[in-house]
């Protein structure tokens, strides 16, 4: 089996790769003599592999770091500086290409940040936005503001605000939802009606696609990124 690990800012995650299928691992418990190489991405903190990577060589066990490239396969990133680009971004477009070859793809990934990311049915990324993430955008009002609080409980909805709680949190909710809707303006071709799929990923991924019919979330996006890298990058 794999192991497969996204370093984001917020935390790290892993999990087993067997048989097409994920289960969660324990990153101080892992199954060392059935793991076969160890697959990994990093936008956080590296030093919260080191543990994982010397066990990984005490055990003789390869590891690969996933990194942006100009293109993989048919996918081709937008930018001229792809080294920039957020690897988890990367690999979110190549589980969205992936899972749905020649579609237009709005890929959204809800976490620390948000990121949307605009790919076009022939792979190519057309580019994206990084906003802050729903928590950042509630907390650095919340730290920046002498009345402006927040109460622990009010949920996210797409309702006008009718209290300071509800006017921030909703606030940072249509916020996002609005620049998710300006993404489909890159897309939007009149003449060949084309279908947009949106793809949710991430903490908060859940909670916005269910503000877009016909959307899906997964939450492992990333890691069937992760996945697809590996297998797109070992047999080119
Ligand atoms: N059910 C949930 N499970 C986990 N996180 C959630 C959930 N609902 C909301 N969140 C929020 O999602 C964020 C974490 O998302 P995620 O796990 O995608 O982040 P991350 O990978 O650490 O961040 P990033 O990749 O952006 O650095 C936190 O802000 C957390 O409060
Ligand atoms: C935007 C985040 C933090 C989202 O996890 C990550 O993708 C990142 O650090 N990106 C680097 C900047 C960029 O993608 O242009
Ligand atoms: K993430």
Redesign the pocket.
Known sequence: MRLLI?V????L?AVLWHNEQAQPADINDLPWLQITEVIYAC??RSDLLNDVLAQAASNNIICFEAKVTRTLGDLVCAYDHVANLGI?RWLALIAGFTLYPNTACIVV?????TTIDVLSSEGVHLGGWILP???LMTSSLTQNTQRVFDDGKTPFTNELGKDTPNGLKNGALVATIGAIDQAKLHLTDKKTEQKVQMIFA???GL?LQQQFEGSIFDSLLVMKGLNYWYELTETV
């Open positions: 996204d984001g800012n917020t935390s995650k936008v956080g988890d990934d809800a976490g620390t940040a993430g729903l928590d991430g903490g908060y909670l």
